[in-house]
């Protein structure tokens, strides 16, 4: 059968950048023929099992491998005598001392799963009773699995860090405690924000290979950021970084949790050179990607606000306290996000906010979607709502008053420039009809059921120099002579379309149609570096070199054509497949032509076009939290529409309108892909997403227990999208892909207190918890006003 | 000697009796178009049509299924052409990491094969056993209800083209003038 949906069959796309191209990996995508590390499998390969701590904090006193080794099948076993007990971390560069994990623990165990050793055999039946046959012998250790416990004196301690407390951050501006002396009304909130887990449907897998002659080592893997990956492997391997090649193919979803070199990765590359050069695979079930890879913070919000009589915004402190598991991870950079993304959102000179992030003797917190954002959008975004219910404004109101504009520098420096937020509030707030439905007790009230309306706010970075002083990233264009164009880029597309909107990029800036690009991305042998997929980076930063490397090539080609028809090269332009001369307004010639004329007798000149970006910022003190964090910003306004069920407790999300200032959209159907999948994670977390744990072990490792959203119950979306042309961005575009994740806990929160009086707190939202409320009410059918519960 | 007829292709396989669809699937025959997130049946990520039902592969025993047809994703495409529900995911951008995607497609091609105009509960009571942690969903959708409308004129078309190619025949053996074969062509 051979029919077109859509009519996208055989579509050319000139002037690619702001249309719905098809995605550049789809028909392989669809057809199952994309390759993930997943997919895998070389001969002589190896199955690789990590060996793990049953206990959450215990010394190890001996590992006796002897019976194992003698397994049949069994190559290789290595424990920490097999390393150099190297640690490392993910934010070496700004927190040397967070720098806490080792690939293979040598002395103690910190955590229910904590890696203190791996083994390779020829499957993984084999490689399952090898783990069983290893004897180690421990010493219990008393463990802490609470977070404001951890901080209690005399608490087990985990690291040499005092009261447990890993990083301490304060962020401090102006002088809040006058402010708040001075304010007209001061309220104080405190918030949860629960534990949650990535879950990317590929699980964390990979391959690794030492070609122990050459010494090179190649690991395949499902990452988000193959360089920091390389960066930590040689680190720790001590091997030189040109020594190691790491290798991304597609990858099943990251959301955070494949930013960094897991214990696995290295494992797979030491056990490889243990078994003379064979292929070591490595793939985690699901019980073990829940349990064992990385989760996302919980946090304790504490903030007190103080306002004028016309509400604006004086002065806020604060305390968060956020449960990192047992070791740091990304767990600085996560606390600096949590605390000071609010400086993006709202005017505020007084500021005091002081961040803890604690071991605890539970799976290692790290870097997920929103990195901090998400907890902090919660407290900050409830906190603003019932702020502007104590003065008796309206929420829209009273955020108009105190949001940031454009061509600001805010209290700790950053530099906004533009700045759609205003727009995005008032886009939703109007499609959303808010004016109508907000406060209104006789909207669609129904039986049990009530209708009610909430929004919330956010802005996000688009990039962070988090692991080196640069955060550059570089691409090549090459132009052949059959009139292919390769993208070369070091960014990793984990899912998101990054591939496809570089591409988009890339093509437009050389002139050419989008289906000539042939993407290469994500090697860190062959394409140039790029720190990785995270901070909504890619397209700003990655896109500017794309740019770039467009632009280069592009203008390769017009030299030569100067230079046979004498003209200007200045009057030249290759635009849409045509070389034109600007001046005369007439076609030279179209790109094919061009093509010959450059890979002629006379000139053969290879095309390729080259681009790096690095951009614009400041260093951020994290002594105070000053600093010029990112190269541009991005804004977001969401309104949820929720429907609650005053007998059951139940919550129906109706709709979520989201309005986004991305800059430009270069992909609009993809930026529409991203918003939606960052409300369905958003609703998820909000409801049913909660990663529990009984004595430092998860207890809900699947996706029976722990419950993402399913297609049921999937509410409509609406997206808008505010075009602002950041003249820093390529084509003025922004990063996204996180920012509509921010607030929309705290909209469905807000709508529901709208529509049936009650205030949850604390995350995530049950029915038990509105039941529980709403059972404090005095008449839960009349009333409107608010009974809060805190935790 | 286990015999599969896995996208109307015959194998003869030498199985120890408990390996599951999948196992055979990825492991024995390297159709790794079918993936698995759980292994456990929570995801729907390796979901296969079997007679046309779409059915979880990791808790299927392939000794079961002599005489049924398996069908995966890698035999959805007819050649170089894409099945119309693949078509409508791609151009309606329902793929973003795309591991769940060979999954969704076939419980989405069971469904439209039975119910071509499903209605939107339809559509999310069939897709609800798969799940997708990158696009929320409303993409989805709204491929499987293009496909849907794609697979009923497709067959509407077809008819037409089959009435058209009759006439032909007929007209052709009658005779007829260059002018009369032109627009016929059309």
Known sequence: ?791 | MTKLTINNKEYSLDLKGHETLLEVLRDHLSLTGTKTACEESECGTCTVNINGKSVLSCITLAADLEGEEVTTIEGLADEDTLHPVQQAFVDYGAVQCGFCIPGMIMSAKALLDKNPNPTQEDIEYALDGNICRCAGYPKIFDAVRKAGECLQNGTANAKVNSEKKEKFKSTMAKGLTYEEFLKLKE
């Open chain 1, 1 to 791: 059968m051979s029919i077109s949906t859509n009519s996208s069959e055989n579509r050319i796309n000139l002037n690619p950048v702001g249309k719905s191209v098809p995605r550049i990996d789809g028909k392989g995508i669809v057809t199952g023929q994309t390759k993930y590390v997943f997919d895998v499998s070389f001969p002589n390969m190896l199955i690789g099992k990590m060996i793990r701590s049953p206990y959450p904090h215990a010394r190890i006193l001996k590992i006796d491998t002897t019976k194992a080794q003698q397994l049949a099948g069994v190559h290789a076993i290595i424990t920490a005598k097999d390393t150099y007990n190297i640690k490392y971390g993910s934010n070496e560069y700004f927190f040397p001392h967070t720098v806490d994990q080792m690939a293979l623990e040598a002395e103690k165990v910190r955590y229910i799963g904590d890696e203190i050793g791996a083994v390779a055999a020829v499957d993984e039946e084999t490689a399952l009773k090898a783990l069983e046959l290893i004897d180690v012998e421990y010493e219990q250790l008393p463990f802490v699995t609470d977070v404001l416990e951890a901080m209690k004196p005399g608490a087990p301690q985990i690291h040499d860090a005092m009261n447990n407390i890993g990083v301490i951050l304060p962020v401090n501006f102006g002088n809040p405690q006058r402010a708040l002396k001075e304010s007209f009304h001061v309220r104080e909130d405190k918030f949860y924000a629960s534990a949650a887990a990535m879950a990317a449907l590929e699980p964390h897998v990979c391959v690794g290979q030492w070609e122990t002659f050459s010494n090179k080592i190649t690991l395949w893997a499902s990452s988000q950021a193959p360089f920091k990956c390389r960066e930590a492997l040689a680190k720790t391997l001590k091997m030189d970084l040109n020594d190691v090649r790491v290798i991304k193919l597609a990858v099943g979803g990251g959301f955070g949790g494949k930013l960094e070199m897991l214990p696995m990765d290295f494992a797979a590359c030491l056990l490889s050179k243990k078994a003379g050069g064979l292929p070591v695979k490595i793939c985690y079930n699901r019980e073990e990607e829940f349990s064992f890879s990385r989760r996302k913070h919980a946090m304790y919000y504490k903030v007190k606000t103080g306002v004028t009589k016309e509400g604006l915004l004086t002065a806020m402190t604060g305390e968060v306290i956020a449960d990192g598991g047992a070791y740091c991870s990304y767990g600085p950079t996560v606390m600096a996000a949590a605390i000071m993304r609010i400086f993006m959102v709202y005017k505020i000179q007084h500021f005091r906010i002081n961040g803890y992030r604690v071991y605890t003797n539970t799976p290692i917190s790290g870097a997920m979607r929103g990195f901090g954002g998400v907890q902090s959008g919660f407290a900050i975004e409830s906190h603003m709502d019932l702020l502007a219910k104590d003065l008796g404004l309206d929420p829209i109101e009273f955020r108009l008053k105190n949001i940031t504009t454009p061509n600001m520098v805010t209290v700790n420096k950053m530099i906004l420039t533009t700045n759609g937020l205003k727009e995005c509030i008032e886009k939703a707030s109007a499609a959303a009809d808010w004016t109508n439905k907000h406060g209104n007790k006789n909207y669609h009230k129904t039986g049990n059921l009530r209708r009610g309306i909430g929004i919330g706010i956010a802005a996000d970075v688009m990039g962070s120099k988090m692991y080196k002083s640069h955060e550059s990233a570089g691409a090549i264009v090459k132009v052949e002579e059959d009139g292919s164009v390769y993208l070369f880029t070091g960014a990793a597309d984990t899912g998101q379309g990054s591939n496809t909107a570089l591409s988009q990029i890339a093509a437009h800036a050389l002139g050419v149609k989008y289906e000539r690009i042939k993407c290469k991305a994500g090697d860190t042998e062959i394409t140039p570096f790029d720190t990785g997929s995270f901070a909504s980076r890619v397209t700003f930063i990655s896109g500017n070199a794309a740019l770039r490397a467009g632009q280069d090539a592009k203008m390769q080609i017009l030299e030569i054509i100067a230079q046979e028809y004498k003209v200007n090269i200045a009057d030249l332009d290759l635009v849409a497949e045509e070389v034109r001369n600007t001046k005369t307004n007439t076609v030279l010639m179209n790109f094919d032509k061009a093509l010959e004329l450059c890979y002629s007798f006379n000139y053969g000149k290879q095309i390729i076009g080259r681009g790096s970006y690095n951009p614009k910022t400041t260093p951020i003190d994290f002594r105070t939290g000053e600093g010029n964090v990112s190269g541009s910003y991005g804004f977001e306004a969401q309104i949820a529409e929720v429907e609650v069920n005053i007998e059951t407790g139940e919550v129906r999300v109706l709709k979520i309108w989201d309005a986004h200032d991305i800059g430009k959209a270069i992909n609009p159907q993809s930026v529409e892909a991203q918003i939606e999948g960052s409300l369905a994670m958003g609703i998820g977390y909000t409801f049913t997403e909660d990663l529990r744990f009984k004595n430092g072990r998860v207890v809900n490792p699947n996706f029976a227990n722990y419950r993402v959203p399913r297609s049921i119950g999937t509410p409509q979306m609406h997206s808008i999208l505010i075009e602002t042309n950041d003249p820093e961005g390529p084509f003025g575009a922004k990063g996204m892909g996180e920012a509509s994740l921010l607030p929309t806990s705290a909209a469905i929160a807000n709508a529901i207190e709208d529509a049936c009086g009650v205030r949850i707190k604390d995350l995530p939202i049950t029915p038990a918890k509105i039941i529980a409320a709403l059972a404090t009410l005095n008449d839960p059918l009349s009333t409107h006003s608010s009974k809060e519960i805190s935790q």
